[in-house]
């Protein structure tokens, strides 16, 4: 793209005043405006001509791969015009999940340079730097040479889950024993750990009969804790979940809570996997193993997109219980509303539960607890809250039909949903339900 800039401006305007001014005071000499935009037109066409370099053109957008939600970072723009030596100035295209610091383009110096620009991320999510507008002057300054660059550079913005990694961190620590060895307490879980010698109080069926035998006394086993589990943290992205709780969606509530408990649980050993859904299955990362592939799981999370979609339960559970081969603990972070619109979820769950674990984590309605706790001092004070307590009530309806299935249901303070769950699934894997 090619368009005339303010010097050119200005020079057409100095001169087509004087010509103008000439052709009222002596008409004979009208042709002099003419020639005086035959000539400007003239080195338009030179200056653009002279500019234009697009074929020596180099472009480059560099940003970080991921960033926490509220966390500030810089963007390098790398630009250059090989010989030709002339200012270049830029300008980036990004989503709605950045803001910029101190605007969206600059300058670069001639013959290629660099450009820092700052942003700060809003909202999690896999935010993106879509295109690069760099344009420059020809020689005589006369016009803007201007080309628009597709880019493709994206970064995930994460929650930031430091503070309540802390305490889940000592929740764990809780759970372990006083030598720091996690999950490995004496005579509970069901793998095999160690032979020790029987001591009064043991249970009978503790002590190993062939052993004991083969040594000339009594001999215990010593079990711990099952290690490698497989854990499946399913998170609904419709259109329920995308409701805002204190400001905050649901779903980005929901994230914070699964990447703890994924931290948690890779820790301890077990195998991770994330999977999203709306009216179709989204992500399915893949169960992985270790402490070290919790950012892979990080950045699967920061893929999880806002949908304004109904939930479609039977597509999504069904899919997801086609590709687990192993017993697994699926967590499922989801809301509902009534009875009614929770009735295919309930047929799902009931199958799932005959081969799987499955435990539901739900935040508490605040709103509606809120509406049906108000003093009433209107006729409709009365009736929001007569309406907010019967969804409330309903809601229990629904939660008391799942543990009927054999679900488990945490119903959390939105500002307690990754503790909760991570005390809850310590607990289970100390009951070897696991």
């Not at 960033?67 to 723009?77: D, L, S, W």
């Not at 803001?99 to 300058?107: C, S």
Request: proline share 5%; glycine share 8%.
């Amino acid at each position: 793209m090619i368009y005339p800039s303010g010097r050119a401006v200005w020079a057409a305007a100095a001169g087509a005043i004087p010509a103008f001014l000439i052709a009222l005071a002596l008409p004979s000499f009208w042709y002099l405006g003419l020639l005086w935009i035959c000539l400007l037109l003239a080195f338009l066409a030179v200056d653009a001509a002279a500019g234009r370099g697009r074929a020596s053109l180099s472009a480059s957008l560099d940003a970080p791969p991921q960033v926490g939600v509220g966390g500030r970072f810089a963007v390098r723009v790398a630009a250059g015009l090989g010989k030709q030596a002339r200012m270049l100035q830029a300008r980036v295209g990004h989503d709605q999940r950045l803001e910029p610091i101190h605007g969206t383009g600059g300058a670069l110096p001639a013959n290629g340079g660099t450009l820092d620009l700052e942003f700060t991320a809003l909202r999690r999510g896999m935010a993106n730097f879509d295109r690069l507008w760099l344009r420059w002057r020809g020689p005589f300054g006369l016009v803007w040479n201007q080309v628009v660059l597709p880019m493709d550079e994206k970064v995930a913005v994460l929650p930031d889950v430091s503070r309540a990694r802390d305490e889940a961190i000592t929740l764990l620590q809780r759970s372990a024993q006083a030598d720091g060895h996690a999950q490995k307490r004496a005579g509970q879980g069901r793998e095999f750990e160690a032979l020790k010698d029987y001591q009064p109080g043991m249970g009978r069926r503790m002590i190993d009969w062939k052993r004991s035998a083969r040594h000339g006394k009594l001999l215990a086993r010593e079990f711990r804790i099952e290690e490698n589990n497989s854990i499946v943290l399913a998170i609904d992205s419709g259109r329920l979940m995308c409701e805002p709780v204190d400001g905050v969606p649901k779903i980005d509530r929901a994230v914070t809570a699964a990447l703890l408990s994924a931290f948690i649980a890779l820790k301890g050993g077990d195998l991770v996997s994330l999977f999203s859904f709306d009216a179709r299955p989204r992500i399915s990362s893949g169960a992985v193993r270790g402490s070290a592939s919790f950012p892979m799981i990080q950045k699967r999370a920061a893929e999880i997109d806002y949908s304004s979609e109904e939930t479609n339960f039977t597509l999504a559970l069904t899919t997801l219980s086609g590709k687990l081969d192993r017993r697994s603990l699926v967590i499922i972070f989801t809301d509902f509303v009534d009875p009614i619109s929770a009735e295919l979820m309930l047929r799902t769950v009931g199958r799932l539960t005959e081969r799987h674990l499955v435990l539901f984590m739900m935040m508490k309605d605040v709103e509606l607890e809120s509406l049906a706790d108000m003093p009433p001092a209107t006729p409709e004070d009365v009736a929001r809250a007569v309406t907010a307590g019967g969804l409330l009530r309903e809601r229990q309806v629904v939660i008391g039909r799942l543990r009927l299935l054999g679900a488990h249901v945490i119903e959390a303070d939105h500002q307690r949903l990754g503790p909760a769950l991570v005390e809850r699934y310590l607990e289970l894997k100390q009951e070897n339900l696991l």
